[in-house]
């Protein structure tokens, strides 16, 4: 069954240090992969998708992901954090045009920062 | 585009009463998905639409639950009757399954069943 993975619950880093949030995926292909953000008391949004191509996507407010075939992940990356990035991080797997399953959230990784 | 618009962005209610959660998606998009978040399960799929007709209602908790779409631009979450164990945010997203696969979230309802 497909699957997503952040195996960690809340990440803490200082202000102005990197970030790596984990994700991995169960699926059989190579299916779409993206990463939303929710501020508090706020919806999801887009940070970015990554389709075929270019393992390497540039989201917005700074992330970037890559994506690993070998090691079926997606993670994400910032090499400087502010504040303003305190947030929820959800990793998601979506099926690709053809595909037949739902798209599939990952339980979350909380970001705090520290002054 | 307003992006996905949902109502009302809280509710208060006694448990007993019956609740109705609204969502507008973006025009042009031809899939709806409901979703609840809480604490304890994270963000849960409860339902979603493609072409306004359920595909998948399997995250449907129970029959207090019921959803609709009765045209392309507007869909009801129905809880009848509320129990305080319903008490979360639910979102309603929309996407274009012709072109891509992301959803895009509205700002959320805020429920709390007393």
């Known amino acids: 069954a497909q699957s997503v993975t952040q195996p960690d619950i809340h990440i803490t880093v200082s202000e102005g240090a990197s970030l790596e949030l984990r994700c991995n995926y169960s699926?059989?292909?190579?299916?779409?992969l993206f990463w939303y953000v929710q501020s508090p008391g706020q919806g999801l949004q887009l940070l970015l998708k990554?389709?075929?191509?270019?393992?390497l996507v540039q989201g917005i407010k700074g992330f970037e992901a890559e994506f690993k075939r070998s090691q079926s992940s997606f993670n994400l990356r910032k090499p400087s954090v502010h504040w303003s990035d305190a947030a929820e991080y959800f990793c998601a797997v979506g099926p690709p045009l053809s595909g037949g399953f739902k798209t599939i959230f990952g339980a979350g990784t909380r970001l705090f920062v520290k002054a | 585009d307003a992006g996905v618009i949902q109502s009302p962005r809280h509710e208060v209610t006694e448990m007993g009463q019956e609740v109705t959660l609204r969502c507008k998606p973006i025009s042009g998009h031809n899939s709806l998905f409901w979703y609840r978040q809480t604490m304890m399960r994270g963000l849960e799929l409860l339902i979603y639409?493609?072409?306004?007709?359920?595909?998948?209602d399997s995250g449907m908790p129970e029959d207090r639950f019921s959803a609709k779409m009765p045209n392309a631009s507007f869909s009801t979450l129905k809880i009848q009757p509320s129990e305080p164990r319903d008490s979360a945010v639910y979102f309603c997203?929309?996407?274009?399954?012709?072109?891509?696969?992301?959803?895009?979230f509205g700002p959320g309802t805020r429920l709390l069943v007393l």
């Open positions: 699926y059989g292909a190579t299916p779409y």
């Open positions: 990554y389709f075929s191509g270019d393992t």
């Open positions: 639409f493609n072409n306004n007709v359920p595909i998948d």
């Open positions: 997203a929309s996407s274009d399954r012709d072109k891509e696969e992301t959803q895009y």
